[in-house]
């Protein structure tokens, strides 16, 4: 059911049953619900046996059901459904990228966006203004503004969360990249970005962040 943080992300290695692609579709439903997409914006990805699941092109995530979903091989090539997200090469860079990584998720909240315009690319963007922020996701890189769909950007995106420990990209004026070992962790890393975001963009930049001293404490 919609609006439930608890949901568990299932086996996430075995083949795609109905079940998986019912799962798959609550946390489509719950990125829009947490207002990290809007209108047909934002992507996902999980691993399926030795396939993707991916979302459809041109659906509110609101929307996406089970039998939309689209399967495609490690190549890309459409197993089952009609066509993938067009961000489905950054997702296959990414899943390739980093096999400790099941999910990726591709959202475009508007806080992390406002964020992004905000700060200069670079390996470490956003400061380190919550402790679960920091858990999750700091230092966190982002990468100046790429065209979505480019080979180029999956490029980019992939190289930059292959690095240990990585497990999101900022994209300037575009949105997040994120990754988990199953949904809830994927997820659990967009809100905690998306937290620190608000707060950062609500302080015009200016929120006093959590000392030095303090970070590797943290964990």
């Known amino acids: 059911m919609k ?17 998986s692609k019912e799962i798959f579709c609550r946390f489509c439903h719950l990125l829009y ?15 399926s046996g030795e396939n993707i699941l991916l979302t459809p092109s041109g659906y509110s995530l609101r929307d996406v059901e089970p039998d ?3 399967t495609v091989d490690g190549e890309g090539l459409v197993i089952e459904g009609a066509n993938p997200t067009k961000d489905a090469g950054m997702h296959l860079a990414v899943l390739r990228t980093k096999p400790d990584l099941n999910v990726v998720f591709h959202v475009h909240g508007t806080y992390l966006v406002a964020a992004s315009v905000m700060l200069e690319p670079g390996p ?3 400061p380190p203004i919550t402790p679960g922020f920091v858990y999750y996701a700091h230092p966190l890189p982002m990468v100046p503004f790429l065209v979505p ?14 690095k240990r420990q990585c497990r999101a990209v900022l994209l300037q004026n575009h949105g997040l990249v994120t990754g988990g070992k199953d949904f809830e962790e994927a997820l659990n890393v967009a809100e905690e970005i998306d937290e620190a975001a608000r707060i950062f963009v609500l302080t015009r930049g200016k929120a006093k962040t959590i000392p030095l001293e303090d970070l590797n404490k943290i964990g």
């Open 33 to 47: 619900d947490r207002h990290l997409v809007t209108g047909v914006g934002g992507n996902m990805a999980v691993r």
């Open 3 to 19: 609006g439930n943080s608890q949901i568990k992300g299932g086996p996430l290695k075995g083949d795609h049953s109905l079940s």
């Open 68 to 70: 939309m979903l689209v």
């Open 149 to 162: 769909g480019t080979q180029i950007l999956a490029d980019t995106v992939a190289e930059k969360i292959s």
């Open 124 to 126: 470490d963007t956003l």
